[in-house]
T-cell receptor, first 112, second 113 residues
């Protein structure tokens, strides 16, 4: 079992829809959770982070954390073609001294 | 100006050559990292450094070495490049006093023929 797992996709959604991206992690003691967006051939850029159970909203993005079930998700409302990218989940694993461990990423395609 | 810079941005080299990739940052962060990314395999950690005198191997350090010349500079060397080291290489930084967030440089695309 990988320490941080994501469905590789592609996840295809129509423009204007809600895209839901999921991530599970293995270390129950993990404390910090991040979502990065990566366009093809470019570097990952931070979208948002979440530390506490529940929802955290930033514009069209909402991160959801459920530590009991060991998953974190990212919702993108009103998806736009420009949101088409690979989304990387990163977890500060307690077992790795809180260093970030990245999932393999989910490729999102938003179709006009 | 970019906070994290990498040079070169693209490099084509031949098998057996020694090559160095450089990373510089103006963010004042203490921690620096080197990752490689292959299509479909996500980011894999090569080496990381918590400060100038603290360097650690990551998941895939074989065939690579690093040097932390100063807090702001972290170099990755391929002692004898081989074709399966063809990949996209990223440097990242973080400030552990503030957050675990890592900030990435623009990447170096390396091709080994």
């Amino acid at each position: 079992q990988k320490e941080v797992e994501q469905n590789s996709g592609p996840l295809s959604v129509p423009e204007g829809a809600i895209a839901s991206l999921n991530c599970t992690y293995s270390d129950r003691g993990s404390q910090s959770f991040f979502w990065y967006r990566q366009y093809s051939g470019k570097s990952p850029e931070l979208i948002m982070f979440i530390y506490s159970n529940g929802d955290k909203e930033d514009g069209r993005f909402t991160a959801q954390l459920n530590k009991a079930s060991q998953y974190v998700s990212l919702l993108i409302r009103d998806s736009q073609p420009s949101d088409s990218a690979t989304y990387l989940c990163a977890v500060g694993l307690r077992s790795a001294g809180n260093m970030l461990t990245f999932g393999g990423g989910t490729r999102l395609m938003v179709k006009p | 100006d970019a906070d994290v810079t990498q040079t070169p941005r693209n490099r084509i080299t031949k098998t057996g050559k020694r090559i160095m990739l450089e990373c510089s940052q103006t963010k004042g962060h203490d921690r620096m990292y080197w990752y490689r990314q292959d299509p479909g395999l996500g980011l894999r950690l090569i080496y990381y450094s918590f400060d100038v005198k603290d360097i650690n191997k990551g998941e895939i350090s074989d065939g690579y070495s690093v040097s932390r010349q100063a807090q702001a500079k972290f170099s990755l060397s391929l002692e004898s490049a081989i074709p399966n080291q063809t990949a996209l290489y990223f440097c990242a930084t973080s400030d552990h006093r503030v957050t675990d967030t890592q900030y990435f440089g623009p990447g170096t695309r390396l091709t080994v023929l």
